[in-house]
């Protein structure tokens, strides 16, 4: 958490508040948190100009007129954007000030969130070390080639998902949801699925991401969008977070489980362990 549909809902926001503003200055108050090393962070930055905002898989990026930033919002990051004064903030660690008095604050109470500025012609590099699979579009995530990966995996399903080699942008909340609405158990082995249940599951990972994207994503915990906004998809969930309480398919408990060390959500008459 965040997972694609914040991510791509911070995006929206970042796109609509500070696209076009120019960087006056930036204040850094957790240098750990910038990969590519403060110092240079903080000199290069002012005087750039936001021309869009983009994303690849969970990584949001700032495309600047003569760099790219990288920022990874891990489990708690969040953008807030003050027109004006900036009131203090306990987590609130890096600060970018606009030329026209606005600021462009990065909070995150845990401080896993990265940031890292690069040159625009090391993008396609940096992603592809990464292994990064499709978007999941109907027209970037095929079918044949995601049915070819899994056949030949007996990694369990969920962990699989997890990787983001597969598909880009699913995490915890919502592999579960996948999982439960292609009524797969999360711990079957990628290389066992029927043609059937790869097709369905193929299917449901576009319609629940692109679910979530439309939800604004998911308000757990303390995930905002740049607009200081919660989600709603969390209204929309059928079984993450649901445990004990009935399957809304079949009427069955839900069951919470660990898999791969992750906490795994499931219906046990609807996902049948094979």
Known sequence: MPELPEVETVR?????LVRGKTIERVRVRYAKMIGTG???FVRDLPGQTIESVGRRGKYLILHLTDWALISHLRMEGKYLFYPDAVP???HAHVFFDFTDGGTLVYEDVRKFGTMELLGKGQLEAYFADRKLGPEPTEADFLLEPFAGALSRSKKPIKPYLLEQTLVVGLGNIYVDETLWRA?????????SLTAAEVQSLHEQIIAVLQLGIEKGGSTIRTYRNA???DGTMQDFLQ???KTGQPCAR???PIEKIK???RGTHLCPHCQKAR
């Open 259 to 261: 898999l791969a060390g």
């Open 38 to 40: 403060v110092d240079a």
């Open 227 to 229: 607009l200081g906004e």
């Open 250 to 252: 079949c009427g069955s």
């Open 239 to 241: 079984v993450y977070g």
């Open 183 to 191: 009524q797969i158990h999360p711990a079957q082995s990628a290389d």
């Open 88 to 90: 203090e903030r306990k």
């Open 12 to 16: 929206r926001g970042l796109e609509r």
